[in-house]
């Protein structure tokens, strides 16, 4: 079975701290692939990052940070330098080894940064 | 470029009321499901269709009917509606991933359902 756990349900922070949002998830395929969505407060799913299973190389992009360890089974998110605008709902996403296919959610992390 | 459109955006019904949430894509994706999206639980799959003329059931399936009705349209039916069923619902197609920078699905911009 496959299952995505986002054990932080709310996290707040000040602007301009560091935040580590958690991801870990369960599956027994080789193949796979993880995500992460954000829903800001209007709504609709923004996708930022996808990971494949075999390439553990992290990512940033910007002020965003990405730690990928199978060791772990764990996909961490980090925003560098919070903005107010960051304050949102982030899903972590595990979809299995096909390109295509349902993805299965984690229960999202609801961020505030406050000003 | 449309992407994924849902009908209505917002809809409050009496509990025992039916209703239908349209979805359509011009992506000529193979792939359309339903999430429903409550507080707290994430996103959950309702129905999924594979293909046309297939569909499946998902997670939280009961209280739904699905029709994948074309290529294009993917709608579901609440027949009875109930309290429970009060969320946010989402429509998503299939993309297949070329880049690294691609999402997935492609989501709707959901429709929001009350149900007094």
């Known amino acids: 079975a496959q299952k995505v756990t986002q054990a932080q349900t709310e996290i707040s922070v000040v602007e301009k701290e560091d935040v580590t949002l958690d991801c870990v998830y369960e599956t027994r395929d080789t193949t796979y692939y993880l995500f992460w969505y954000k829903q800001p407060p209007s709504g609709e799913l923004v996708f930022l990052i996808r990971r494949n299973s075999f390439d553990e190389q992290n990512e940033i992009s910007g002020r965003y940070s990405w730690n990928f360890q199978k060791s772990t089974s764990s996909f961490n998110f980090t925003i560098t330098a919070s903005q107010v605008v960051d304050s949102a709902v982030y899903f972590c996403?595990?979809?299995?080894?096909?390109?295509?296919?349902?993805?299965?959610f984690g229960r999202g992390t609801q961020l505030t940064v406050w000003p | 470029n449309a992407g994924v459109t849902q009908t209505p955006k917002f809809q409050v019904l009496k509990t025992g009321q039916s209703m239908t949430l349209q979805c359509a894509q011009d992506m000529n994706h193979n792939s359309m499901y339903w999430y429903r999206q409550d507080p707290g639980m994430g996103l959950r799959l309702i129905y999924y269709s594979a293909s046309e003329g297939t569909t499946d059931k998902g997670e939280v399936p009961n209280g739904y009917n699905v029709s994948r009705l074309n290529k294009r349209e993917f709608s579901l039916r609440l027949e009875s509606a109930a309290p429970s069923q009060t969320s946010v619902y989402f429509c998503?197609?299939?993309?297949?991933?070329?880049?690294?920078?691609?999402?997935?699905?492609?989501f709707g911009n959901g429709t929001r359902l009350t149900v007094t």
């Open positions: 996403a595990l979809r299995r080894g096909s390109t295509l296919g349902r993805l299965y």
């Open positions: 998503a197609s299939d993309a297949r991933i070329r880049l690294a920078r691609d999402s997935p699905l492609h």
